[in-house]
């Protein structure tokens, strides 16, 4: 797997050095391993903090009496006891309450002052005297924050029984949560928010399915809920689109047909490409020549500079990089809250890898591959530290489980051997 995160970086550090971007291998390589050192310093703290809070707690098989008469004759007594409700699910509730009040304000407050701006701008989100690029935290709210979140809310409600307070709490802060991402994202291209709409509902899925599932008892309700959480999905979605918009007008491309645009000198990329090396027609195109000037677009860079067959080599590196991910997330699974993060991680990157090659070859959606482009670097490093911290704590936690065994083993090895010459002695 990281050899082939490598292969990908190197790739993108050398189609942007050939197009002029400025950038160096030494830059790209830096600011990934920071990235990931400083995911690891944080992502530490995180499990340290879940060791001492139980955040994460996993699931204790409940140990099943056969039943008798007599617990046949009390079982309806059970349903007379008072119903139990997460504390935690409460104060889940503050804070998302506390949100919303933070998402009003900034609405109210928008056409006053900059200092709480979090809608207006399609880029940057002014907190105070903090601006911050949306670009940097998507991936963190759709594939680390939301999951964890969501995970959070659907165990805490199987813990309160799924009452009906319970249930109307945990639905209002899901909602509440889709809304204030649905909103952070509305002004920028509609992908944004297609892409965000399929993380969210298989997150919500996964959730259900991998903590609730054996326990409602009512399972049609259930999906009927996230039937209807792709309605308003859905629905949100659908404001932006208008009668006789085309779906490359509705991912927010108006120059598919002009010369310049990015389809027309993919489409002639890739038909003209030699099966290795440069081709002479591309390189007379004064179009492609200025389309690849400052480009960070990785398979149409290598189908110019290379031809067919590096490309190939290329997609073929990325889809073993999508199966060698996978593999990592098999072994790094703890079978606790931490597994829906670390499954949407996968599949963010599985998006990214099939949208992305769509996309480098003229379908209109408007998602890069895995490391490329300026933010993916960072973004990309990001979940990929995550990931790899929970495959080294799980590793961590099984050498420390077989030390144990091996000292339990050494110390009743040692008793026997007593006992042993005890009895020789006598």
Same mark, same amino acid.
């Given at each position: 797997?990281?050899?082939?995160?490598?292969?990908?970086?190197?790739?993108?550090?050398?189609?942007?050095?050939?197009?002029?971007?400025?950038?160096?291998?030494?830059?790209?390589?830096?600011?990934?391993?920071?990235?990931?050192?400083?995911?690891?310093?944080?992502?530490? @703290?995180?499990?340290? !903090?879940?060791?001492?809070?139980?955040?994460?707690?996993?699931?204790?098989?409940?140990?099943?009496?056969?039943?008798?008469?007599?617990?046949?004759?009390?079982?309806?007594?059970?349903?007379?006891? %008072?119903? =139990?409700?997460?504390?935690?699910?409460?104060?889940?509730?503050?804070? =998302?309450?506390?949100?919303?009040?933070?998402?009003?304000? #900034?609405?109210?407050?928008?056409?006053?002052?900059?200092?709480?701006?979090?809608? #207006?701008?399609?880029?940057?989100?002014?907190?105070?005297?903090?601006?911050?690029? %949306?670009?940097?935290?998507?991936?963190?709210?759709? =594939?680390?924050?939301?999951?964890? !979140?969501?995970?959070?809310?659907?165990?805490?409600?199987?813990?309160?029984? $799924?009452?009906?307070?319970?249930?109307? @709490?945990?639905?209002?802060?899901?909602?509440?949560?889709?809304?204030?991402? $649905?909103?952070?994202?509305?002004?920028?291209?509609?992908?944004?928010?297609?892409?965000?709409?399929?993380?969210?509902?298989?997150?919500?899925?996964?959730? *259900?399915?991998?903590?609730?599932?054996?326990?409602?008892?009512?399972?049609?309700?259930?999906?009927?809920?996230?039937?209807?959480?792709?309605?308003?999905?859905?629905?949100?979605? #659908?404001?932006?689109?208008? #009668?006789?918009?085309? $779906?490359?007008?509705?991912?927010?491309?108006?120059?598919?047909?002009?010369?310049?645009?990015?389809?027309?000198?993919?489409?002639?990329?890739?038909?003209?490409? @030699?099966?290795?090396?440069?081709?002479?027609?591309?390189?007379?195109?004064?179009?492609?020549?200025?389309?690849?000037?400052?480009?960070?677009?990785?398979?149409?860079? =290598?189908?110019?500079?290379?031809?067919?067959?590096?490309?190939?080599?290329?997609?073929?590196?990325?889809?073993? $990089?999508? *199966?060698?991910?996978?593999?990592?997330?098999?072994?790094?699974?703890?079978?606790?809250?931490?597994?829906?993060?670390?499954?949407?991680? !996968?599949?963010?990157?599985?998006?990214?890898?099939?949208?992305?090659?769509?996309?480098?070859?003229?379908?209109?959606?408007?998602?890069?591959?895995?490391?490329?482009?300026?933010?993916?670097?960072?973004?990309?490093?990001?979940?990929?530290?995550?990931?790899?911290?929970?495959?080294?704590?799980?590793?961590?936690?099984?050498?420390?489980?077989?030390?144990?065994?091996?000292?339990?083993?050494?110390?009743?090895?040692?008793?026997?051997?007593?006992?042993?010459?005890?009895?020789?002695?006598?």
């Amino acid at each position: 797997m990281l050899a082939t995160m490598l292969l990908l970086i190197w790739s993108r550090t050398f189609i942007g050095i050939a197009n002029g971007c400025g950038t160096t291998t030494l830059e790209v390589l830096g600011h990934c391993a920071l990235t990931v050192f400083l995911t690891f310093m944080l992502g530490y @703290s995180l499990y340290a !903090w879940d060791d001492e809070t139980c955040f994460f707690y996993k699931d204790k098989e409940e140990f099943k009496v056969p039943e008798s008469f007599l617990m046949r004759l009390f079982e309806s007594e059970k349903y007379h006891r %008072k119903p =139990v409700y997460s504390s935690a699910l409460r104060n889940s509730l503050c804070v =998302v309450l506390a949100l919303a009040v933070i998402c009003l304000l #900034s609405f109210a407050l928008s056409d006053w002052t900059d200092w709480l701006n979090l809608f #207006s701008n399609s880029k940057y989100m002014q907190i105070g005297w903090i601006c911050i690029n %949306k670009k940097y935290i998507y991936d963190v709210l759709v =594939v680390i924050v939301f999951p964890i !979140w969501t995970t959070f809310i659907i165990r805490k409600m199987k813990e309160s029984e $799924f009452t009906t307070g319970a249930v109307f @709490s945990g639905i209002m802060q899901i909602l509440t949560l889709t809304l204030i991402g $649905f909103l952070l994202y509305m002004r920028k291209s509609n992908i944004w928010l297609i892409e965000m709409a399929v993380l969210n509902v298989i997150t919500l899925i996964l959730a *259900v399915r991998g903590y609730a599932w054996k326990s409602i008892r009512k399972k049609g309700n259930a999906i009927a809920l996230l039937i209807m959480y792709v309605l308003l999905w859905v629905s949100l979605i #659908s404001v932006f689109y208008y #009668s006789g918009q085309s $779906f490359a007008g509705f991912m927010g491309f108006t120059d598919t047909t002009q010369a310049t645009s990015y389809f027309s000198n993919v489409h002639k990329i890739a038909k003209n490409a @030699s099966l290795i090396g440069q081709n002479s027609i591309l390189l007379n195109d004064p179009y492609v020549i200025s389309f690849m000037k400052d480009s960070h677009y990785l398979i149409p860079s =290598v189908l110019f500079y290379g031809g067919w067959l590096p490309t190939i080599l290329l997609i073929f590196i990325e889809v073993t $990089f999508i *199966v060698a991910l996978a593999g990592v997330l098999i072994q790094a699974r703890e079978h606790d809250g931490r597994d829906i993060m670390l499954d949407m991680i !996968w599949v963010g990157f599985l998006i990214r890898v099939i949208a992305g090659l769509l996309y480098s070859f003229g379908l209109p959606i408007a998602i890069l591959l895995p490391f490329s482009g300026t933010t993916g670097i960072i973004t990309n490093s990001i979940c990929m530290g995550i990931l790899l911290m929970g495959y080294l704590n799980r590793k961590l936690d099984l050498w420390c489980g077989l030390y144990e065994l091996c000292d339990l083993y050494e110390d009743d090895f040692e008793d026997w051997e007593d006992d042993e010459h005890e009895e020789d002695n006598e």
